[in-house]
Structure formats: C-alpha cells, structure tokens
Nanobody, 126 residues
Framework: QLQFVESGGDLVQPGGSLRLSCTAS????????IAWFRQAPGKEREGVSCISADSRTTYTDSVKGRFTISRDNTKNTVYLQMNSLKPEDAAIYYCARQRYFGVCPARPEINDYSNWGQGTQVTVSS
C-alpha cells in the first residue's frame, strides 16, 4: 500500500526558508496529484498546495509567491520549498494523494485525499 513519509520540518526564524519532502513507498506517485496540507494547533487542516501528474500547480492565497511545490517522480518524492516564512505558517505539514486523476483543485479538500503521512513539524519563531 502506498505510504508517505514527510520530512524537513524544523525551527526557523521569521523570513527563513525550509524545504519539505514527501517520499512515497509501496507504490508510485506518477499518475496522481499530490497535495500538501497543514494543521496548526486548534485549527482545521487546510490545503496549502497541490501538484498534478503533469506538474501543474495550485496554491492557497496565503502562500502564493512564497511557497513552491515540485515533484521528482524518479525519486517518488514531492517537495515544498517554503521561503519568507511567517509565524502563521507554523503547523504540522502533511502530504496526501488525491483520490482521482486529473487536475488539482484550486483549494484541496481533505476528503478528496488519502494515504496521509504522519506529518512534519514546522515552527517559525524568533
């Protein structure tokens, strides 16, 4: 069964950068959109970014221009490059596979994704 492992989370100062990785095992990422979600304490899990099988991308408004999603199918990995980090970006970040083929929605919804990883913690603080 397809499983994801997220990594790359860390403590970073405001304005700093991190690159998160989402690596799959037990299957291939090649044919499905993959999304990054995040969940801050006391808040609902929200979609951050999505990349389709042909590398078309979508981003939630709050991260546009700062975050970049990419994929390397040869490594079965999806990345999230996060620049100009803000305290409000602090959360546990998860990746998941879209349940259906095709394009990414403008706003990924939790119920449309499966095979969730355990997440990686991002803390933004001075």
């Amino acid at each position: 069964q397809l499983q994801f492992v997220e990594s790359g989370g860390d403590l970073v100062q405001p304005g700093g950068s991190l690159r998160l990785s989402c690596t799959a095992s037990g299957g291939t990422l090649d044919y499905f959109p993959i999304a990054w979600f995040r969940q801050a304490p006391g808040k609902e899990r929200e979609g951050v970014s999505c990349i389709s099988a042909d590398s078309r991308t979508t981003y939630t408004d709050s991260v546009k221009g700062r975050f970049t999603i990419s994929r390397d199918n040869t490594k079965n990995t999806v990345y999230l490059q996060m620049n100009s980090l803000k305290p409000e970006d602090a959360a546990i970040y998860y990746c998941a596979r879209q349940r259906y083929f095709g394009v990414c929605p403008a706003r990924p919804e939790i119920n449309d994704y499966s095979n969730w990883g355990q997440g990686t913690q991002v803390t933004v603080s001075s």
